[in-house]
């Protein structure tokens, strides 16, 4: 059964921290580059993050300097460490492989809020 379950967000204040984590079933975790997406209100869902099944890391230049990927091959799960957070970082965030294929199925996300 495919599984992606993501947690972690909240709200927080601008230039705080945030940890999310996805916890993916095998058959999609495995041997796949895995990534981090987001959709902020009115605007189409980007990749962010990127890490490859042997550890290889590639971000957006929204990112770069801020959030760290991360993979644990052993649980099946993948971590973005977001620091120095901005209100534009608003936004649902989402983890599946990369590339995400259209129709490919897509978890709830985890809403993350960047305001004072």
């Known amino acids: 059964q495919v599984q992606l379950v993501e947690s972690g967000g909240g709200l927080v204040q601008p230039g705080g921290s945030l940890r999310l984590s996805c916890a993916a079933s095998?058959?999609?975790?495995?041997?796949?580059?895995m990534g981090w997406y987001r959709r902020a209100p009115g605007k189409q869902r980007e990749l962010v993050a990127v890490i490859t099944s042997s550890g290889s890391t590639n971000y957006a230049d929204s990112g770069k300097g801020r959030f760290t990927i991360s993979r644990d091959n052993a649980k099946n799960t993948v971590y973005l460490q977001m620091n120095s957070l901005k209100p534009e970082d608003t936004a649902v965030y989402y983890c599946?492989?990369?590339?995400?294929?259209?129709?490919?199925?897509w978890g709830q996300g985890t809403q993350v809020t960047v305001s004072s």
């Open positions: 095998g058959s999609i975790f495995s041997g796949h580059a």
């Open positions: 599946n492989v990369v590339p995400a294929s259209t129709g490919i199925y």
